[in-house]
């Protein structure tokens, strides 16, 4: 295993079933390896995971982040490839946020090398096909950032007194918002089906937008929905109901037409029309003696929070950022 992909909760040596897949995980903007270690327990024991370690985190925090996509996902992608040749799973991609943009560009890659996964989810990320205005993340001050983050439960609450880790932290997540700003649509999708993700409550990206990732593929596309805010996936119960999906895709269909509108041109959206394909909701029922919270509910700061990611349009009375 080179210094780009770690294992999280790998057996020892002759211990446990022989892996018979893997899934690949990515996390969000600033997100170290251990943001997927509940994971572990939710997916079967012969199932390998495989979570990217970025540099300016984790065991690579002295290194400097890329503020790129292209320069995270070429050795991302060269490692994975060794592995993949000496060690043939199925496997599944899954990105979160950030991650999901670096999810769809491995995704191009591996696939280009002959390698591709079964399957590709994305999650709490709008698509590529939306284009977006000036990149904003560098402009707001540490003060900005740390309210943003905080607002959308992105940072613990305990970094916040390390010093020590708190700038290595901004630094990162800086990094992997201007790279997420800069990424620009490929030219071409994906032949690999697409599962996007998202939660009804978040109040970062626009939910009924995630649909148009079945923009990026040729071929089988679903959606499914769930609340708990942006950081939805991380959360014991949906992450296990995701699991289910990732660890025994639903074969493909036919492939399709790829319909990409021109390259920087927004795909119309008509609220209100029947999904293409088949959408699932899935709402966690809070403990006994508790109340269902309401979507928001607990969310510091004014009705519209700052835009860090102005890459789609706020829908009325509402700002959206990513």
């Known amino acids: ?31 170290w390896p251990s943001a997927f270690r509940g994971w572990r327990e939710v997916l079967p ?67 280009h090398k002959g390698l591709p996964p079964e399957l590709l989810a994305v999650s709490a990320r709008q698509p590529p096909c939306f284009g977006g205005g000036p990149p904003s993340a560098r402009d707001r ?22 010093a020590d880790l708190l700038g290595p932290a901004l630094r990162a997540i800086r990094a992997d918002l201007e790279a997420m700003e800069a990424h620009e649509r490929p030219l071409t999708g994906t032949a ?14 626009l939910a009924e937008r995630l649909h148009l990732w079945s923009l990026e593929t040729t071929a089988g596309f679903r959606r499914l929905m769930f609340t708990g805010g942006h950081f939805y996936l991380y959360d014991h119960a949906n992450a296990l109901a995701v699991a289910r999906h990732l660890v025994a895709p639903t074969p493909p269909g036919p ?18 029309l029947p999904e293409r394909n088949p959408v699932e909701h899935h709402r966690r029922l809070p403990p006994a003696g508790r109340s269902t919270p309401v979507a928001g509910a607990g969310r510091t700061g004014a009705a519209h929070p700052p835009a860090l990611h102005r890459r789609e349009r706020a829908a009325p009375g509402r700002t959206a950022h990513q």
Do not use: C, N
């Open 45 to 111: 024991a012969d199932v390998e995971l495989l979570v990217a370690q970025l540099p300016g985190r984790g065991v690579r925090l002295g290194e400097a982040p890329p503020t790129r996509v292209e320069p995270l996902v070429e050795p991302l992608v060269r490692e994975l490839a060794d592995l993949t040749g000496a060690d043939p799973l199925p496997y599944t991609v899954v990105g979160h946020s950030f991650g999901s943009i670096l999810g769809y560009e491995l995704t191009r890659a591996m696939e």
């Open 192 to 205: 690999v089906p697409i599962l996007a993700l998202g939660a009804t409550d978040d109040p970062v990206v």
């Open 141 to 162: 001050t540490d003060a900005q950032l740390l309210a943003h983050l905080q607002e959308i439960g992105g940072i613990a609450p305990g970094l916040l007194a390390r």
């Open 1 to 31: 295993m080179g210094d780009w992909w770690t294992r999280l909760g790998a057996p020892a040596k002759g211990a446990g079933p022989r892996p018979r897949r893997r899934v690949v995980a990515l996390p969000h903007a600033g997100g």
């Open 255 to 272: 492939a399709r037409p790829l319909h990409r509108p021109p390259h920087g041109a927004e795909p119309p959206y008509t609220p209100g």
